[in-house]
């Protein structure tokens, strides 16, 4: 780890508490913008009561709220953003900064302009009149709500933008856009949908069959998902009860569409779908290649993974390397590698439970995560994969989120990158990191990339050692040939990962014969023997 030891230290920039924030939990943290100086954030906190509880005291929320802060102000919020139920996770539009949307308990999504407000022209006031004291915060109502028998059955927990200027069409294929009207978001009611900022976007016959069914009078549109994914076990066991989400866009190699949706579940599982249509023949075909080679049935679920004992509190795409996942959940992280089914890293255990964790966006190698001791740790993979190089006490209490503010497409020499932190006593702290964790040497991402090449090199020849270890128990075990099942499964995965058996042939019949094993056990018990004899007659 380089760097003196004076720079190994979070930089505290400021810590923030609304009066309507006090006994309640953060939830979600987001940035506006990359700018320098553009320092405005969002944030949602809910009561810390479950829905049991709240049927027992039959307590209803009458409005749900989020704040949007700008820094400049520390004392007051900029914006007080009104919904109809508790919001859980709130985002900024990354092409339009006016427009935020977000997700609430009862499953409704809803959408502000803060172009609308009143006080929607203070960028263009002096600092002094911005840091003046400001005691009535601008509260705005939502713009679009969408309608609740149409909406997720239970709370929305994640939502992310579609990335890299796309979009998805009627028919489910992704196109190109010049900015982004369309987000996704996953509930643990099995599904997940796509939404759209524009309600007359959907098809008219489909407009008119809603407006029937629910029967809105007249020009209204209803705001309803634009594409509705089932998470359907494989087995057909069920649905799996979406946590987190992570969508795909394009390729930064080959520019080609990549239909790849990864969700997290509240059971502690990690799922890699596939939402290509049925006429997109390259990457149904890709797709059938990574994941599931040789099955002719389309599914929306390829891949489910036991992932973590407890809900999978993070799932994230790496920033520079399109394949690698990170997750996060009950006492450790995990990256993951499309197409394999084990992880290839795994942090040790830790003391406390981890609650959130996300990959740096300047530094290929580093990991930042948040636990329920209050603890934020950052981890340089390259420099040590079994300690972190950074802890830091921020309170006795769990960490909720982190966020990382995006970095400017011209980064300067000097360049700190800032973290907003939140918090289980609804506060939210801005800190810097020091210099060693926001810019790295010219060689780190070539460097990372061959240590996970060598971690997957790894994990396939452990998969295949293990596969050989079971076939010599089934040999040892079934004197008569009994094990051929398992014979068969082994060859198959031993040309999977490369493997050829005919050079070794000899050699593994010799370790899988148990008389070999018999005479070379008797032969050492006799040397044994007669070492102890001879040690009695030095006696």
């Not at 309640?24 to 320098?36: E, I, L, M, Q, Y």
Request: aromatic share 8%.
């Amino acid at each position: 780890f380089v760097g003196s030891r004076d720079d190994n230290f979070l930089q505290e920039k400021g810590n923030f508490l609304h009066a309507s924030c006090k006994g309640r939990h953060v939830t979600c943290v987001d940035w506006r913008g990359n700018k320098s100086k553009d320092d405005v954030i969002c944030v949602t906190t809910i009561a810390p009561v479950s829905l049991v509880e709240r049927m027992e005291i039959q307590k209803e929320v009458e409005v749900g709220m989020a704040l949007i802060w700008d820094f400049t102000d520390p004392m007051h919020p900029r914006y007080m953003l009104e919904a109809p139920h508790e919001v859980v996770v709130i985002k900024f539009n990354p092409s339009r900064p006016n427009i935020v949307v977000g997700g609430c308990t009862n499953g409704q999504v809803v959408m502000w302009d803060l172009s609308r407000s009143k006080s929607a022209t203070t960028n263009t006031k002096s600092m002094k009149q911005r840091l003046a004291p400001v005691h009535n915060e601008a509260r705005l109502q939502p713009v679009m709500t969408s309608r609740v028998e149409h909406s997720h059955r239970k709370s929305v927990h994640d939502l992310c933008w579609l990335p890299d200027n796309t979009e998805l069409a009627f028919d489910g294929k992704i196109i190109q856009s010049s900015e982004n009207n369309q987000f996704a978001t996953v509930s643990d009611d099995g599904n997940v949908c796509v939404w759209d900022l524009r309600p007359e976007h959907l098809p008219l016959d489909k407009l008119r069959k809603l407006k029937h069914q629910t029967k809105v009078g007249g020009d209204d549109k209803p705001w309803v998902p634009l594409l509705k994914y089932q998470l359907s076990r494989p087995d057909g066991s069920g649905d799996i009860l979406g946590f987190r989400l992570n969508v795909e866009g394009r390729d930064r190699a080959t520019n080609a569409p990549m239909y790849t949706v990864c969700v997290g579940s509240s059971d502690g599982e990690f799922a890699v779908c596939n939402t290509a249509p049925k006429d997109e023949k390259g990457a149904a075909a890709a797709a059938a290649a990574m994941f599931a080679a040789g099955q002719k049935e389309a599914r929306l679920v390829r891949s489910i993974t036991a992932a973590h004992a407890g809900p999978v509190y993070g799932v994230e795409r790496h920033p520079m390397i399109a394949d690698v996942y990170l997750t996060c959940g009950d006492w450790g992280f995990k990256i993951w590698r499309s197409g394999l089914e084990d992880p290839i890293v795994a942090s040790p255990y830790l003391e406390h439970q981890i609650t959130c964790a996300k990959w740096s966006l300047t530094r290929a190698s580093v990991v930042v995560i948040g636990t329920a001791d209050g603890k934020v740790q950052a981890w340089d993979l390259l420099d040590r994969s079994h300690e972190p190089v950074l802890v830091h006490q921020l309170i006795q209490d769990a960490i909720t989120c982190i966020s990382f503010k995006p970095i400017p497409e011209k980064r300067a020499p000097n360049h700190v990158q800032y973290i907003a932190i939140g918090t289980k006593l609804g506060t939210f702290h801005w800190y810097g990191l020091p210099k060693v964790l926001s810019k790295g040497n010219s060689n780190e991402l070539r460097n990372f990339r061959a240590l996970l090449e060598r971690e997957v090199r790894r994990v396939a020849y452990f998969q295949w050692r293990w596969s050989e270890r079971e076939r010599e128990m089934d040999r040892n075990v079934h004197k008569g040939g009994g094990g051929g099942a398992v014979g068969d499964t082994s060859k198959e995965k031993s040309k999977e990962f490369g493997i050829d058996e005919g050079e070794d042939k000899e050699e593994l019949e010799f370790m899988a014969d148990p008389e070999a094993d018999l005479e070379f056990l008797e032969k050492v018990a006799a040397l044994q023997k007669k070492a102890e004899e001879e040690a009695d007659k030095d006696k």
